[in-house]
Each structure stands twice: as C-alpha cells, then as structure tokens.
C-alpha cells in the first residue's frame, strides 16, 4: 500500500473529472483564431506592446489496479485562456475560463493593468529578443494509435494481466498504472504566430513486492518503462525493440506483462542478494538509471534562471554561474561527455513543434567535449548570454499558469567507437551495473549528491557475478562527469525521463526525456545503505 501510495502521489490531477466517453476531438482552430484577435486587439488598445494567448484543452486519463482489482478510472479536462502581456516595459498575466468575447476581453485588460502596476516598482524594462511570426502552423505528436481511443477494457485488461504474471511469479503484492495526457494548445501573438499543437504522452509503471514470511524484509522492484511522448503503440510489443541481458530492457515498444514477469522474479533476488561492501567501484549506468543524474546534476544546473538566482528561494541555484560558461573552458566532465539540449527528438517528452513562447524548437550544445558552452534560456533571459534568439524552451503546464523557463531535453550522446554494454563490462575489474531509477539527493546548486538505483549487479574481472543489494553512489556533479570513461554506441541508445518536473512558485509539472547509451564512470564512491537494527 505504500508503494501504491509513493506512485500515486507522483501523479498530480490537472482539471475537473468528466465522463467517459466525453468528445475529445480539438475545438475548431478558426474558432480559436477569432478568440486569439479578440485578445491581441483589446490588450493593445490598452497599450500593451507585446500580447501573447494561450488556449489550452488539457485532457488526463488515470487508469489504476492492484492486483486482481480495477481500483480507479479517472478522465479529467481543463479548458480555458491564459494571456501575458508587456506594458510600460513589465509582463502582466491573466487567464479565464470564460471563453466568450466579452470575457477574454475583459481578462486582456486585466493582464495590460496588471502589467502598468508591476511596471510601477520595476527597475529594468523587460527585453524580448526578436521573434519572427510562422503564421497560421500547426505540429502533432508523431501517433500511430491514439491512447484516449482505446477502450478502457483494453487497457484494463493489460495492468491485470501485468498483474497476474506478477503473482504467478511470486508477488505478494502489485499496483499498475497508466497516465495518459493530451494537450491540444492553440498560441498566438502579436508577433504573427498562429500555432495549433496537439501533444499526447503516455507513461505506464508498476510497483512489485515480495515479502519475506520469515523475516519480515521485504523489497520491491518497479517498471523499467520509460514515460514517452507517443500514443498507445508504446504499449506493443516489439522483439527488435528489446535488449536482452541480465534483464530485458526496452527501447520504442514496451513489454510490460514480461516486464513485471522478471521483476517479481527479480525482487525475491534482491531479498537474497548480498548487502554491498562500501568502496571506489567502476559503475556501468544503464539509460535507465542514467536518466535521473542527467536531469538533476546536468540539466537543471544548466537553466539559465536558477543560474541567475530566479529560483533561489525553492529549487535553488546552480553551480554554473555565468563566470564559467564566459572562460569558454570549464571542465565540466571527461572528453567523453558531450551533452545537447534537443526539442526536436521523435518520442521524447519534451518535444513539441513550437514552445510556448511561439519559438520553433530546436537542437544545441549544452557541454562540448567536456566543456560548458551554453544554457537553456527563453526570450527575456537571451540577451543576458548573448543570443540573439531564444532556445525555444519556454512551458506551462496549463492555460492558468504563466509559461517560464522549463527544461528542454537534455542527453548525453553516445560514444562513437563502437561499443556494447559487454564489451564495456568485460574492460572493468571491480564494478556495479546499476538498472532503473530510485532514490536520490542533490544539494541546491546540484554539485553534490547520492544516487541509487532499482537492480544491481557485482562486476568482477569483466564478468556479471551476482546480485547486489544496498547499493548507492555519492559524487559531487564536476568530479563525477570527469570520471566518465567510455559511453556505448548509438546502438544501446535509449530515452529515459520524468513526467512531472516541479518547479516554480507556485510549482508548475513539465514533461522531459533524457537520453543515454550505457556509460562508464570510474572510481566513483559507493556506500551501503542497508539500515542497521
């Protein structure tokens, strides 16, 4: 039940429930137009010199059981207009879920009033870097089956039958789930853009259990599923989509009834296994379990806001400050490390085609071999680096949220000798391969931190002995990335990533994939975990 509850409360509820079977199909875009120019031409009538709208139809469908139970069906929908506007050089914001003229026009004028207030303590005038208008564009999320189409008996069926191979394994106890997302968002401005986006993601997880009848211990092992921006074909099994090994994993099709097969298998193991012995060990870091250090000790650090303090008081800042990127030299990791920032990438979270800012998406260099040579920065904060436009990394989670800064998809690209996972393991001596994400901590400029993993392997001169169990490392963020050794090929390449990304006040969720080939770090710290009575 607590695991059930951990996975639940990872899972926040956007908008009010509504009945299945309710009409899902997008509004009409020239209804949305019309609506859009009622807002640009009220908000600059009140003198706003730069006016953006947001209209935004989020649908969520939560599908949930435990064991051979269905315990909830959830269908939830927002729907509604978020305006910022620039006046007397400050932004405003206002939103409304009053979609008839009067009342959008109303909101606008509330988003410029607002705007002349803030502009009245306000010490330096916003600057927007140049932004050219698309026009009326439209981008979907490249679907061959769309998730919400499914019958629900469809989909029901699955997370049982995910479940029963998880009791016939051994389970004492299994909870599935699958969150499904649309967002339909309509963005205009008055730089010209009319864009039309309909975006769908998907992330189907499981937690299994087994308990020790004698002693009381338990240990759990859940999905190695990764969260992706596609619809219901993820969902498919697909054999040349998985890698075989000490257990199978998966890249653009996901077996999950096989999956959660191995993992009651593989939780009994972890009761079993022996309790690692603390000491520098060379870690071999699966992309599943790679994902989450990517996106705590790189791509946060590399948010040009907390780098500049804007997010101080709740996420804290980052040891990136400006002085490192202006050397044009930090040592940030080994030559092996070269990271991109990438919006464009078929099957991730983060992709989209335009943000919402109306800044198409695109693909840059975070870390150049080794070396810091950029960020992650939206239209008001470009300037402040030099660029001459923005990254195209701007996100809300809804229409009655103002949209900021938020991550693009930040990967480490894969090696380009070519290697495998084996031949990787068979050039280490003493080592761990570490599977799946769990815990962790990271401090508040994200430079020192612990993480640990779902399953672990003992490495002895180039071979796979046994399990391990207790398992996590400490590093700090610069110490850790010039550790990095080796990194597969293009090959093992696999998305990793996180379905509600906090940040913010009041704290915003964003979808976000980080990508890896197996990697190699060397002499990294490892501690025991396991609680002594």
């Known amino acids: ?39 640009l031409n009220a908000a600059r009538a009140k003198g706003a010199t730069y006016t953006d709208v947001r209209i935004g139809r989020y649908l969520n469908q939560f599908v949930v059981t435990r064991e051979n139970k269905v315990e909830n069906i959830v269908d939830t929908q927002s ?18 879920d009053k979609l008839d003229t009067d009342s959008i026009a109303k909101a606008a004028e509330l988003a410029v009033a607002i705007a002349k207030e803030n502009a009245r303590i306000q010490t330096d005038p916003v600057q927007l870097v140049a932004q050219k208008g698309h026009g009326e564009v439209s981008w979907k999320t490249p679907i061959e089956r769309n998730a919400f189409e499914v019958p629900i008996k469809e989909k029901t069926d699955l997370l049982l039958s995910v479940n029963d191979a998880a009791m016939k394994g051994g389970a004492n106890y299994v909870n599935s789930i699958l969150f499904l997302v649309n967002e339909q968002k309509y963005f205009a401005s008055t730089d010209g853009s009319y864009i039309d986006q309909d975006i ?37 099994p697909r054999e040349s989509d998985k890698i075989k090994g000490v257990t199978t994993l998966y890249r653009d099709r996901y077996d999950m009834v096989e999956d959660a097969r191995a993992a009651a298998t593989q939780a009994d193991q972890k009761l079993k296994a022996k309790s690692v012995e603390a000491g520098k060990y060379d870690l071999v870091l699966d992309p599943s379990h790679l994902w989450l250090t990517i996106h705590e000790s790189v791509g946060h650090p590399t948010e040009l806001d907390r780098v500049l303090g804007y997010e101080a008081n709740f996420a804290g800042t980052s040891f990136l400050t400006l002085d490192k990127w202006e050397s044009k030299k930090f040592n940030f990791g080994s030559k092996n490390v070269n990271i991109v920032a990438d919006k464009t990438q078929v099957g991730s979270l983060g992709a989209v085609g335009y943000d919402d800012e109306g800044v198409e ?51 480490l690209q894969p090696g380009k000798v070519p290697m495998g996972v084996n031949d990787m393991i068979k050039n280490v001596e003493k080592g761990i391969y570490i599977i799946g994400d769990s815990s962790f901590s990271i401090d508040q400029q994200r ?45 093992d390449y696999r998305l990793g990533g996180s379905f509600f990304d906090g940040k913010g006040q009041p704290m915003q969720a964003s979808a976000v994939s980080h990508g890896s080939s197996t990697a190699l770090f060397k002499g990294v710290n490892v501690i025991n975990t396991a609680r002594k009575i």
């Open 200 to 236: 769908h993601r998907i992330w189907p997880l499981f937690a299994v259990t087994k308990i020790d009848a004698k002693t009381g211990k338990f240990e759990t092992r859940q999905s190695l599923s990764a969260p992706r921006g596609m619809g219901y074909e993820y969902m498919t």
């Open 79 to 96: 729907y509604g207009m978020g305006i910022r506007v620039i006046a007397n050089g400050c932004w405003g914001f206002a939103a409304t």
């Open 361 to 411: 998406a695109k693909k840059w260099d975070i870390i150049k071999d080794g070396v810091l040579v950029n960020y992650q920065a939206i239209r008001d904060q470009a300037h402040i680096i030099g660029l001459t436009e923005s990254q195209g990394c701007c996100y809300s989670q809804s229409w009655q949220d103002v949209q900021f800064q938020r991550m693009a998809n930040i990967s």
């Open 1 to 39: 039940m607590g695991i059930s509850a951990s996975m639940l409360s990872r899972i926040p509820v956007f908008g009010s429930p509504v009945l299945p079977g309710h009409d899902m199909s997008p509004v009409d875009v020239a209804l949305k137009k019309r609506m859009a120019d009622v807002v």
């Open 447 to 491: 430079y020192n931190f612990q993480f640990s993993g779902q399953l672990y392997y003992e490495i002895k001169n180039g071979k796979i002995v046994g399990m391990l169990n207790d398992v996590a490392y400490q590093s700090n963020t610069q110490e850790f990335w010039n550790s990095c050794a080796a990194v597969c090929d293009a090959n």
